[in-house]
């Protein structure tokens, strides 16, 4: 089976920072690594799927990288809004499907 | 797209619960559905898909004790829950991905199932 370990597993950021969440595989997975973003109280939002392709209606301050083994969402000028718990997942096929552990965002 | 969990709440262990999720605004016999948890304070744990064509897929800690199924007739996807243990405490969230082994794109509000004695 997969593991997905994100780091950090939480980070305190002001308002305009750029944060970098990163999220590794323990085997190569491709490119199906998919973001999500979930506020307190809320039900999970895709961010970006296919590592760097773009959801209609999100930010465009929130981007992905990455391939194989290693991936990184990147938020850009952070806003208060963007507090929130952030988790990768992967499709890969190899085994089934899993998320990381999650990295809580504090907007201080 | 709308998905609306239900059946969700306080069953001892070792007991049974069943929850639906009635769906709308999209073709449902045609895309795959998938059923995600999360452990209170915890994080997102996948527990099962079912593919268009009834394939069903399971996590370990759920395999041969959930069984996930799907009535198209009634556009509801349903998870039949037994052997319920006290870690299976979580808010279950009903999940369809428009491309089957994909990202999960639209997500319900999610069912809490509480498993305490």
């Known amino acids: 089976e997969i593991v997905l370990t994100q780091s950090p597993a939480f980070q305190s950021v002001t308002p305009k920072e750029t944060v970098t969440i990163t999220c590794r595989a323990s085997q190569n997975i491709g490119s199906a690594l998919h973001w999500y973003q979930q506020k307190p109280d809320q039900s999970p939002k895709l961010l970006i799927k296919y590592v760097f392709e773009s959801i209609s209606g999100v930010p465009s301050r929130f981007s992905g990288s990455g391939s194989g083994t290693v991936f990184t969402l990147t938020i850009s000028s952070l806003e208060a809004e963007d507090a929130a718990a952030y988790y990768c997942y992967q499709t890969s096929g190899i085994g089934l499907p899993s998320f990381g552990q999650g990295t809580k965002l504090e907007i201080k | 797209v709308q998905l609306v969990e239900s059946g969700g709440g306080l069953v001892q262990p070792g007991g049974s619960l069943r929850l639906s999720c009635a769906a709308s605004g999209f073709t449902f016999s045609t895309l795959g559905l998938s059923w995600v948890r999360q452990a209170p304070g915890k994080g997102l744990e996948w527990v099962s898909s079912?593919?268009?064509?009834?394939?069903?897929y399971y996590a370990d800690s759920v395999k041969g004790r959930f069984s996930i199924s799907r009535d198209n007739s009634k556009n509801t996807l349903y998870v039949q829950m037994n052997s319920l243990r006290a870690e299976d405490t979580a808010v279950y969230y009903c999940?369809?991905?428009?491309?089957?082994?994909?990202?999960?794109?639209?997500w319900g509000q999610g069912t809490l199932v509480t498993v305490s004695s």
């Open positions: 999940v369809v991905a428009t491309e089957w082994w994909s990202r999960l794109d639209y």
């Open positions: 079912i593919a268009n064509d009834g394939t069903t």
